[in-house]
């Protein structure tokens, strides 16, 4: 895991707050399990990632997706 030069992470408003939710999201684990956390909520403005539909991202980030799935039921 890359090391922030900084340990504060701020943000201000609802949209905002859910970029800060992934962006965090990819520091804690990686990019694929962000852009799956952005898909997997419809989360499509483009901010942080252009990844908030299942037809903007690749097999990687559908599998994870389906991960996801299988430790909610």
Known sequence: ME???RRIITAAGVSS???MAIRL???LVDDVAAKA????????????????HP???GP????????YAKTRS
């Open 25 to 27: 999201v990819e520091l």
């Open 37 to 52: 956390a952005q898909v997997f909520i419809e989360y499509d403005p483009q901010p942080p990632f252009d990844a908030g």
């Open 3 to 5: 090391h922030l030069d």
């Open 60 to 67: 990687e980030v559908l599998e994870r997706i389906a991960e």
């Open 55 to 57: 037809s903007k991202v």
């Open 17 to 19: 707050g859910i970029d």
